[in-house]
């Protein structure tokens, strides 16, 4: 069966990497893309790189011009998602890779985004271990999808293991990744211009502010914590894309990297794109370019009492168009790896 497919903001990064991908999806056809200040343009004069796209246009995005698909991407700025999601029909299945509709707590919403709070739709990380099962089992027949944020993606699949195991103590978790600029989107903004990345790495979000920070503690409560707190500190360095996270939290008393290693191994032991690396092993962020997988390795600092998670993913493949796609690929009934890999490009 083929699907209709349209994908508003695909002028930006998010929605040229879904576009990238669905590309070689055999029941996917994309027949509508749409953007705001580029509508008008062909796709390709915007994104040079998808030359099969040829034939399309932008047009305005609008829920008229998006109406009467099978299937809908939001690839648009934060905020602007709900009010035009709310305009279409319940049958399509709309996936928002934006983050209107992460956050089940509108106290969350209020303090880390603001602006009108629009209810949780089906979290889009698949993998993602819960006390009991995984959130695959949420994303079937849904006609609504939640992707998620790249930083929460690279987090939490990385530490939800522990938790599920109750092999360690979730007030605790402290993470701090390396994260390539086309994360902040397509827009200019001075801090991302080549002249102030190149050569330089800069903290941001610092002291608990990132927007993705209250997201990763609603998904380690569903893993099983019954008290959460993570403190992330994301870094800007000069790749374009991927991130690095290294992720630490207390073991409880008695738990080995034996034991650990092995909680994290059953965790995703079915899993195509989510992969737990021999014990010694620790993952490159090159390793994940292009790719639909988040690559991870664990230690054990003894003298801290602390686990040692490091992951690592491509921000706008698993970390976004990646997993967005996955998702509506379960909630459809395809195959889930379909128009997908876990190949990268190298060098």
């Not at 027949?31 to 246009?57: K, M």
């Not at 006390?131 to 992707?147: E, N």
């Not at 008290?227 to 992330?232: G, N, P």
């Amino acid at each position: 069966m083929t699907y209709s497919v349209a994908i508003a903001g695909a002028s930006g990064y998010a929605g040229g990497e879904v576009l990238r991908l669905l590309a070689d999806h055999p029941e996917f056809e994309v027949r509508t893309v749409t953007a705001h200040s580029n509508a008008g343009q062909r796709l390709v004069d915007v994104q040079p790189h998808l030359r099969s796209y040829g034939n399309l246009v932008l047009q305005d995005t609008t829920a008229e011009i998006l109406s009467g698909h099978d299937v809908v991407f939001l690839a648009l700025p934060h905020g602007s998602s709900g009010a035009l999601a709310a305009q279409l029909s319940a049958e399509t299945l709309v996936i928002d890779c934006g983050a209107d509709h992460r956050l089940e707590d509108k106290e969350d919403w209020d303090a880390f985004y603001g602006g009108e709070f629009n209810s949780a739709w089906t979290y889009g990380i698949p993998e993602l271990p819960l006390s009991s099962g995984s959130q695959r089992d949420y994303l079937v027949g849904t006609k609504r999808i939640a992707a998620p944020g790249c930083n929460a993606s690279a987090i939490s699949l990385a530490i939800a293991p522990g938790v599920k195991a109750d092999l360690i103590e979730a007030v605790d978790i402290v993470s701090v990744l390396s994260v390539g600029p086309s994360g902040a989107g397509k827009s200019l903004k001075v801090n991302l211009l080549a002249s102030e990345i190149m050569g330089s790495a800069s903290a941001y979000s610092v002291g608990g502010t990132h927007r993705h920070t209250p997201e990763i503690e609603q998904n380690l409560r569903k893993a099983g914590a019954a008290e959460v707190s993570v403190s992330m500190t994301p870094v800007l360095v000069p790749m374009a894309r991927g991130i690095l996270a290294t992720t630490t939290a207390r073991v409880k008393p008695g738990v080995t990297l034996e034991k650990l290693h092995a909680a994290w191994s059953a965790a995703y032991a079915n899993e195509p794109f989510v992969q737990v690396l021999p014990l010694g092993e620790f993952p490159r962020t090159a390793d994940t370019l292009g790719a639909n997988t988040c690559l991870m390795g664990l230690a054990l600092d003894e003298n801290a009492g602390r686990v040692v998670v490091i992951s690592a993913l491509d921000n706008l493949t698993k970390g976004t168009a990646g997993a967005a796609i996955q998702s509506a690929n379960i909630a459809l009934g395809i195959e889930e790896t379909t128009g997908l890999t876990m190949n990268g490009v190298a060098p």
